[in-house]
């Protein structure tokens, strides 16, 4: 059964760092697209970064560039999310979701669209603020 668990989410004040874990469980890692999503109160999910299958295709969402940085480590079954300057707005709960990579091409690309993902973590609460 496909799993993924966050963690490393908490409490920090704005401008700290924060590193944040997606492990996955039952599948093979290396065969899927991961992406970072985010929900705050009262706002709709939003995509965060993503990593192809193959890692060598990252994205990112404007608000992060350059703060944020996605990578995999597929012999541990993780992959990780380094959020440094954090800033209030960035306060939300995290989810990592999987993306079934079925084709060459596929392994190269990923995307930060919610309905491309049909694996989805239990999320991990971040909270910015002094």
């Known amino acids: 059964q496909l799993q993924l668990v966050e963690s490393g989410g908490g409490l920090v004040q704005p401008g700290g760092s924060l590193r944040l874990s997606c492990a996955a469980s039952?599948?093979?890692?290396?065969?899927?697209?991961i992406g970072w999503f985010r929900q705050a109160p009262g706002k709709e999910r939003e995509g965060v970064s993503c990593i192809s299958a193959a890692g060598g295709t990252t994205n990112y969402a404007d608000s992060v560039k350059g703060r944020f940085t996605i990578s995999r480590d597929n012999a541990k079954s993780t992959v990780y999310l380094q959020m440094n300057s954090l800033e209030p707005e960035d306060t939300a709960v995290y989810y990592c979701?999987?993306?079934?990579?079925?084709?060459?091409?596929?392994?190269?690309?990923?995307?930060?669209?919610?309905?491309?993902?049909?694996?989805w973590g239990q999320g991990t609460q971040v909270t910015v603020s002094s």
């Open positions: 979701a999987a993306k079934a990579a079925a084709s060459i091409w596929r392994r190269g690309v990923c995307y930060l669209i919610v309905d491309e993902y049909n694996n």
């Open positions: 039952g599948f093979t890692l290396g065969n899927y697209a």
